[in-house]
């Protein structure tokens, strides 16, 4: 499954990435954009050598950019990082906020919205900290595998 994202949406991200890069007084330099252009077509979660072996098979870019480019794209809140499986960050377009469920058994992430979960978090308020985003993980067996249990 791929991130739909349509391209009013790539543009504006561009437009936020170029001047976020100008504001840190670096160069625009085409492989950062051709690596956000990759980072659109990823499946909903990815990690970096899923995107680095995607890129390379077009690019000549080495690892250590497709690293910078993906943390300054975190920097910028373009993009989310999330530590999902075994502590290997997953990276996700950071425009919508949900909760992950989280299979102990095979590993599986699926995303559900919760509006109630989401006015819970507006309300909250912590002292000596502004919280920009939430990222919760919820670990069970997801429904396949618990299947897969009972019959054994
Ligand atoms: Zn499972
Ligand atoms: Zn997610």
């Known amino acids: 499954m791929k991130a ?3 391209s009013e949406i790539k543009e504006h991200l561009r437009g936020r990435f ?3 890069i100008k504001s840190k007084r670096m160069r625009q330099t085409p492989e950062r954009f051709a690596i956000l252009d990759k980072v659109f077509e990823q499946r909903v979660h990815f990690d ?3 995107l680095y072996r995607d890129i390379e098979s077009e690019y000549r ?3 250590a950019t497709v690293y910078n480019t993906v943390e300054l794209l975190c920097e910028c809140n373009i993009l989310r990082k999330h530590y999902l499986n075994e502590n290997q960050a997953a990276y996700e377009l950071s425009d919508d906020r ?3 469920l989280i299979c102990l058994n095979c590993g599986k992430v699926r995303e ?3 509006e109630g979960f989401n006015e819970c978090f507006e309300k909250m308020k912590f002292r000596q900290f502004k919280a920009s985003f939430i990222s919760t993980n919820i670990y069970g ?3 396949s595998c618990t299947r897969k ?3 054994e």
Request: net charge neutral.
């Open 4 to 6: 739909k994202v349509d």
């Open 18 to 20: 170029a001047e976020f």
């Open 48 to 50: 970096i050598d899923e």
């Open 61 to 63: 870019v080495c690892r």
């Open 98 to 100: 949900h909760l992950h």
């Open 112 to 114: 559900v919205r919760d």
């Open 141 to 143: 067996l997801c429904s």
């Open 149 to 151: 249990m009972k019959k």
